[in-house]
């Protein structure tokens, strides 16, 4: 893959975005860590680090054998579980924004802005969670673009909270 001028920006920008979420988290309360997959537009596997019981970091990647591009975001969320109450039901409706980026083997790569919006029901009895999630995007590097990822997944919880 030929990196250039262009694939160096776009990975000084997901180092910085890197920085700014590991100070973001430095002091989190929850310690809980989520690991699962997602499907849809796009698909791929998925992560997300509590920083309190409302808010959270959301980490994506994806990649594609065919077209030789790799795709991942990465957005800062917050949770309200207020919004639709359920007899013994945990959901939370999330919304939050992040950044995107696109590399590709031809130099088409992309990088632009998104705005996550979601539904996360959350099972009782076993540390997992199912969740819904539309999230316009822009696209502002090369060239300015919109588009809508729509995706369902599935997260295993692992505590990692030290004491």
Avoid: C, Q
């Avoid at 199912?130 to 995706?151: C, H, K, Q, R, W």
């Amino acid at each position: 893959m030929k990196w250039g001028d262009r694939g160096m920006r776009i990975i000084h920008g997901l180092v910085m975005l890197g920085v700014m979420l590991i100070s973001f988290t430095a002091n989190a309360e929850k310690g809980e860590f989520d690991l699962g997959i997602a499907v849809g537009s796009p698909s791929g596997f998925i992560a997300k680090y509590w920083t309190s019981e409302r808010t959270a970091i959301d980490i994506f990647g994806e990649w594609s054998f065919n077209s030789n591009e790799y795709k991942a975001h990465a957005d800062v969320l917050y949770h309200d579980f207020d919004k639709i109450k359920m007899d013994d039901l945990r959901i939370a409706f999330y919304y939050g924004g992040g950044l995107r980026v696109t590399i590709t083997d031809n130099g088409d790569d992309e990088f632009g802005l998104r705005i996550p919006f979601g539904l996360d029901y959350f099972f009782s009895d076993f540390p997992a969670d199912i969740f819904g999630e539309l999230a316009p995007s822009v696209n502002v590097y090369p060239s300015t673009n919109v588009g809508l990822d729509v995706m369902i997944g599935i997260r295993y919880r692992f505590n990692i909270k030290r004491n």
